[in-house]
């Protein structure tokens, strides 16, 4: 999220910044989630307690992995529509390398590298092929989600290990392990975004690519990178996501892919590149699911809990416009 703090001279008062819209679309993702916590746990009481704070933080972990690689895409002013199928294809790839006899690790890493290069091709075509985003990452949506259904027959593989059933279930108090990654990748990302050059350079290839490509920077390379960077936390994404369910599935959940980029909405990211928060898309995968966890405990349909998370991202995207 954008800095807000003011010292004398800078701006108007506390006061007057709250009767400022443009306050309200920066920390959207932030009041949203404490004005749901607090109506959840006024309607029902235990939406506050410790197992089920500690089942939503480990159910965003994955949503907030895959919404920090969108923010990398989204920042260049690109989109990756197939992060969700990229995630599935490293799910199934990590399940045939594992039931092939292969150890966890190495069966970890083959995850990791295949989605990690089917965000490269993304990359490699977006950049050097001069095709719009849009069109490429729905190419591999569905070339990713049909490797995945080729490779693994159509069957989901069942993956049993004591490593990965205690990635699952231990963590520190209320913080499942996948959780902490969540964490630890969020930081990491934070600080390669807004403090070094590398970060610099994407914010100006999504803000003024024109601009940034006089001043010697490869808005190419940049591209092929961030698209690279969604893959790979996709891999990640993978992992942990088989280490949840205990089976690599091969069909993709789309939920994903449009909760991903719900969340960096909600944290305020603009879409037209050149402007992006790490602490926001994670506020904002939390508060998506906080929404869903709150109808679910109050009774609600899954029919309506779609509908719901399309509002809020909507009013989100409304209220983007008072950005400064």
């Not at 992992?239 to 690599?248: D, E, P, Q, T």
């Not at 790490?278 to 109808?295: C, S, T």
Request: net charge neutral.
């Amino acid at each position: 999220m954008a800095n807000t703090t003011l010292t004398a001279g800078e701006g108007p008062a506390w006061p007057a910044r709250l009767k400022d819209a443009g306050f309200w679309a920066e920390w959207a993702a932030l009041v949203g989630l404490i004005v749901l916590v607090i109506v959840f746990q006024a309607l029902n009481p235990t939406f506050l307690s410790m197992g089920n704070i500690a089942s939503m933080l480990v159910a965003a972990a994955i949503l907030i992995i895959l919404a920090v690689g969108q923010t990398f895409v989204i920042a260049t002013a690109g989109i990756d529509l197939s992060i969700a199928s990229v995630m599935t294809l490293g799910a199934v790839v990590f399940g045939q390398a594992y039931a092939a006899g292969l150890s966890l690790a190495p069966a970890c890493l083959l995850a990791l590298a295949a989605s990690a290069a089917a965000g490269a091709v993304n990359g490699l075509v977006v950049a050097w092929g001069r095709i719009a985003d849009f069109i490429v990452t729905l190419g591999m949506l569905s070339a990713a989600s049909g490797l995945a259904l080729i490779l693994a027959d159509g069957k989901p593989v069942t993956i049993i290990d004591p490593a990965l059933l205690s990635l699952s279930t231990g963590g520190i108090g209320i913080f499942g392990w996948s959780f902490v990654i969540a964490v630890a990748v969020a930081a990491v990302a934070h600080v390669v975004l807004f403090h070094t050059r590398f970060g610099t350079h994407t914010l100006a290839t999504g803000g003024a690519p024109e601009s940034a490509t006089a001043m010697g920077i490869s808005t190419r390379r940049i591209k092929v990178a961030v698209y690279l960077i969604s893959g790979a936390l996709a891999g990640l994404g993978a992992i942990l996501l088989v280490a949840r369910i205990g089976a690599a599935e091969p069909a993709a959940n789309t939920s994903f892919l449009l909760n991903s980029v719900a969340a960096v909405v909600l944290g305020g990211v603009s879409l037209f590149g050149g402007r992006g928060t790490i602490v926001g898309p994670f506020i904002g995968a939390l508060l998506l699911v906080a929404l869903v966890n709150g109808l679910t405990l109050l009774g609600v349909s899954q029919f309506y809990q779609p509908l719901a998370v399309g509002i809020v991202v909507v009013l989100a995207a409304l209220l983007m416009r008072f950005q400064k």
